[in-house]
């Protein structure tokens, strides 16, 4: 599942590299792009769902999310339209689950974190107790329970699809678990979270207030990375 903003120069790419890698069906969540991110992604061979009004990077993905578990699907990769994320290294997800039996398996390739996200990161990491490398990786494994948690109204009004989400699985004791990937630089655009520094602290303060308000020290659970990151 790809949510997709005005990704009509890369899209394609990326909808067939997941086509030839696991052979699944694939849906671009089309969050009301100005381009032809929508009409790329259907000539590429992915089934495309067009949203009326944008409702940013978690929006769009918890309505793939929704479609997926309406529809049936033991479960639901995600990952971005611009690029980044190397259809061939989406097995390793499998892998990883298949190893530990997470509930979550996040890509990730921490060699790639700037020195701002590297900080952001210990911050959250302190704050939450959720040992994570890598907290706005959107390569991503959701099993069925999952998905049902992130399907239902609970997840609803998240702005972010990295630390309400994976808090609000967190307290509903799914297991997470990270696996190092390789990823590519980004082909086209800039972080929407890290595009400006009041863009950041605007993020760390949402975080923040999320945080404080969902943390239950007795319930934290600490994630691990699994290997040694190869990028």
Same mark, same amino acid.
């Given at each position: ?73 033991? %479960? #639901?990769?995600? &990952?971005? $339209?611009?690029?980044?994320? +190397?259809?061939?290294?989406? /097995? ?41 490398g890598d907290f706005t990786s959107g ?24 630390? %309400? #989400?994976?808090? &609000?699985? $967190?307290?509903?004791?799914? +297991?997470?678990?990270?696996? /190092? ?51």
């Open positions: 599942m790809i949510p997709a903003r005005d990704e009509s120069t890369t899209v394609a790419r990326v909808v067939a590299g997941v086509r030839a890698t696991l052979g699944c069906q694939v849906l671009v969540v089309d969050d009301a792009s100005g381009d032809a991110t929508g009409a790329v992604a259907r000539h590429a061979g992915a089934l495309t769902l067009r949203l009326p009004l944008a409702l940013g990077a978690w929006g769009a993905t918890q309505t793939g999310i929704r479609y997926a578990q309406r529809n049936g699907f033991a %479960g #639901v990769i995600t &990952l971005d $339209a611009d690029g980044q994320h +190397v259809p061939e290294s989406l /097995p390793a997800l499998f892998d990883a689950q298949g190893a530990t039996g997470a509930n979550v398996v996040i890509g990730t390739c921490t060699r790639r974190l700037s020195r701002a996200k590297r900080v952001a990161w210990w911050y959250l990491r302190t704050l939450t107790g959720l040992g994570l390569l991503r494994l959701y099993d069925r329970a999952a998905v049902n948690i992130l399907a239902g109204p609970a997840a609803s009004l998240l702005d972010y699809q990295d630390v %309400g #989400v994976l808090m &609000l699985l $967190a307290k509903n004791e799914m +297991v997470i678990r990270e696996t /190092p990937v390789e990823m590519l630089p980004r082909r086209e655009g800039h972080s929407r979270v890290f595009a400006s520094w009041p863009v950041v602290a605007l993020y760390m303060m949402h975080t923040t207030v999320l945080c404080l308000a969902q943390i239950h020290p007795g319930r934290r659970r600490a994630p691990s990375l699994i290997g040694d990151a190869p990028c």
